[in-house]
């Protein structure tokens, strides 16, 4: 696929080089300077460059949004018309000192973008996990005794969400399909226990939890 990132930090960094290893077509955009987007297009070794986000978005066959919440309104801008578009988001709705959610409960960050760009198809994903894990999740994948951790993403679209789920299998995680965006109410707050406990704990996360059926 080709896949246009929008917002090189962290999130966007890792993922994007990830999917270019994972053998993507993969655009960076969005950081504060070329330089950075260029150094990541070279450090991915795989097919990917550097451009703006509207060259990006253009012939993106998904998006990946990862760029603080402050920031959203003008990534969007800058990358223009995303009628049709399948945005994968981590973008957490958080405040400028990322300690608490400034949307929850009867909307989501993933719904309010879902309502800034109305004709594209949202997906929420990846943003339960650090980034810190990413990169070790897919070097684990395909080794024999390594256990694939679940990632949930929700969406409204079908096909947006087949883009996400292939793209959750290709960092090397099994996808867990939660259902409609607005479960992204719940799982937001859930990314900010797990962000919390990243950088208060010691060494980050290992949470571990299990569903059960009672009949
Ligand atoms: N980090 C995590 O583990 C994690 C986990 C789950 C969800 N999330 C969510 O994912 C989103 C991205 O997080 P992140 O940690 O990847 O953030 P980040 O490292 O700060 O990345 C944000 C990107 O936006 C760019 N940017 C910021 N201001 C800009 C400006 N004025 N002009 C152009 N580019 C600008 C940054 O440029 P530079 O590269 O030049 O700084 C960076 O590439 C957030 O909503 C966060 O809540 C993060």
């Not at 150094?39 to 990006?56: M, Q």
């Not at 256990?147 to 290709?170: F, H, N, Q, W």
Request: aromatic share 6%.
């Amino acid at each position: 696929m080709r896949i246009g990132i929008l917002g090189s930090g962290l999130m966007g960094g890792k993922l994007g080089t990830i999917f270019a290893r994972a053998g993507h077509q993969v655009v960076f955009s969005y950081a504060r300077t070329q330089e950075k987007l260029k150094k990541l297009a070279r450090a991915a070794k795989g097919d990917a460059r550097a451009g703006t986000p509207s060259e990006a978005a253009r012939d993106a066959d998904a998006l990946l949004l990862a760029v603080h919440w402050s920031r959203v309104d003008d990534v969007l801008k800058q990358a223009g018309d995303l009628s049709g578009k399948v945005i994968v988001t981590c973008s957490l709705p958080m405040n400028a000192d990322d300690t608490g959610l400034v949307i929850a409960h009867s909307s989501s960050g993933a719904e309010e973008l879902a309502k800034k760009a109305r004709k594209a198809k949202v997906v929420s994903a990846f943003n339960t996990v650090p980034s810190e894990v990413l990169f070790g999740v897919f070097g684990a994948k395909g080794k024999a005794k390594a256990k694939k951790p679940d990632l949930v993403y929700c969406g409204d679209d079908e096909d947006a969400k087949k883009v996400a789920a292939r793209l959750i299998r290709d960092v090397g995680f099994d996808p867990v399909d939660a259902g409609p965006l607005r479960i992204a109410r719940y799982t937001e707050p859930f990314a900010l226990l797990v962000a919390q406990l990243a950088y208060e704990g010691d060494g980050g996360p290992e949470l571990a939890y299990r569903f059960e059926h009672w009949k």
